[in-house]
């Protein structure tokens, strides 16, 4: 899934399951975890076992040694789904080169442009993505995609529609951020420290500063959540510039106050 292909199978849910499945044992043989995941007596159709295994290791969550499978992340580190989402998030920097990480850093830097399509798995979007990848992107590989860009936090999806608003994806960066409680940061060192979690929500472009969609939606949304203050001061020369709305926080944006994340 975030390595070479995505795939449908290896959803979120699946992989937090194979988790908390090993998590609750000490150590388990591959043909155990797999009557766990699919019982046998109830269990028919192509086994997606193999798809979730990947997916888990690809995320370092467990290891494989002469099919013995044992946990790589403590259960303490991993307590509930959101707890899951968070620690994905962190090891996303490591897959910059893989599909996942460029479909989702192309379809986040679309804007608008993402409008025009009427799914994310139409022909179009298909060629349109291959182009950009520079691989070929089938309708199963953006089903796929779909489920970790709506639970890692890039967007909305509506049916096969994607709409960018990445909220909770940057809200869990700036909690890997440690960023401390009611300080001021200059947008600059802001973004700085966010490249090191956030880089795939950026364009690759980043001499005009200026702010997609998705991010710009995220950091409106917290700003009126009271969880940061956006602030524009006219005569400091660190400026970031939101994607344009008419309806929020639209000024050019030289600091942000850090006011604790809400649940």
């Known amino acids: 899934m975030f390595v070479?292909?995505?795939?449908?199978?290896?959803?979120?849910?699946?992989?937090?399951?194979?988790?908390?499945?090993?998590?609750?044992?000490?150590?388990?043989?591959?043909?155990?975890?797999?009557?766990?995941?699919?019982?046998?007596?109830?269990?028919?159709?192509?086994?997606y076992f193999p798809a979730i295994l990947k997916a888990a290791t690809e995320l370092k969550l467990v290891n494989i040694q002469d099919n013995s499978i044992s946990l790589l992340v403590s259960k303490e580190e991993i307590k509930s789904i959101d707890d899951f989402r968070r620690y994905a998030i962190s090891i996303l920097p490591d897959y910059e080169e893989e599909q996942f990480w460029k479909c989702t850093n192309v379809i986040v830097n679309m804007n608008e442009g993402i409008y025009k399509y009427g799914a994310i798995s139409d022909s179009d979007m298909l060629n349109y993505m291959s182009n950009e990848v520079g691989q070929n992107i089938s309708a199963p590989m953006m089903r796929g995609w779909r489920f970790w860009a709506q639970f890692l936090g890039f967007g909305y999806m509506n049916?096969?529609?994607?709409?960018?608003?990445a909220y909770v994806y940057v809200k869990?960066?700036?909690?890997?951020?440690?960023l401390e409680k009611n300080k001021e940061y200059e947008i600059d060192d802001f973004m700085a420290q966010f490249m090191h979690y956030g880089k795939i929500l950026l364009s690759s472009s980043l001499s005009s500063k200026n702010l997609n969609i998705a991010m710009s939606s995220a950091l409106r949304q917290l700003h009126d959540s009271g969880e940061i203050v956006l602030k524009h001061g006219?005569?400091?020369?660190?400026?970031?510039?939101?994607?344009?709305?008419?309806e929020a926080f639209n000024q050019p944006v030289s600091t942000i106050v850090y006011k604790g994340l809400k649940k």
Request: overall charge negative; cysteine-free.
């Open 4 to 47: 070479g292909n995505m795939v449908t199978e290896a959803i979120p849910a699946r992989v937090f399951a194979l988790y908390r499945i090993v998590s609750s044992k000490k150590e388990l043989q591959r043909s155990e975890l797999q009557a766990f995941m699919e019982p046998p007596e109830i269990y028919e159709g192509n086994s």
């Open 159 to 165: 049916g096969f529609s994607f709409l960018p608003n």
């Open 172 to 178: 869990n960066v700036i909690a890997l951020m440690g």
């Open 234 to 246: 006219s005569d400091q020369d660190m400026k970031w510039i939101l994607f344009p709305s008419s």
